[in-house]
C-alpha cells in the first residue's frame, strides 16, 4: 500500500500495473499475514471483476494462469493463501 491508500484502491493499482486490467473489487473474502524473522506481511483477498483490458504481464512476472474460483484448484497457490482458502465455504463466498 501507498501512504494513504485504501485496500480498494491499492488492489485496483496492482493489479493494474502487475496485469494491465482494469478491475473493480467486488467482496472483501479475507486477510492472511505471514511472519517472517525480519519482516511482516498482511495481505487482503478480495473477489474482483474485470472490467476492461488484456493481461500484458509487468517485468516483476514470466507467467500467469487463470484458475477455478473453488477449493479444486488450491493447491497450485502460495502456501499463505492454501492455508486460508482450504477452511472456505467456496458457495458462500462467490
Not at 9 to 22: A, N, P, Y
Not at 44 to 49: G, K, L
Not at 54 to 81: P, Q
Request: net charge negative.
Amino acid at each position: 500500500m501507498e501512504f494513504g491508500e485504501s485496500a480498494e484502491e491499492t488492489v485496483i493499482r496492482e493489479v493494474s500495473e502487475e496485469t494491465g486490467l482494469t478491475i473493480k473489487p467486488v467482496k472483501l473474502l479475507d486477510t492472511w499475514n505471514s511472519v517472517k524473522e525480519d519482516y511482516q506481511i498482511t495481505g487482503i483477498i478480495y473477489s474482483c471483476i474485470i472490467e476492461k483490458g488484456e493481461v500484458r504481464l509487468s517485468a516483476e512476472h514470466d507467467r500467469y494462469e487463470w484458475l477455478n474460483a473453488d477449493a479444486t484448484e488450491i493447491d497450485k497457490l502460495h502456501k499463505v493463501f492454501r492455508e486460508k482458502m482450504v477452511n472456505w465455504d467456496w458457495n458462500k463466498l462467490l
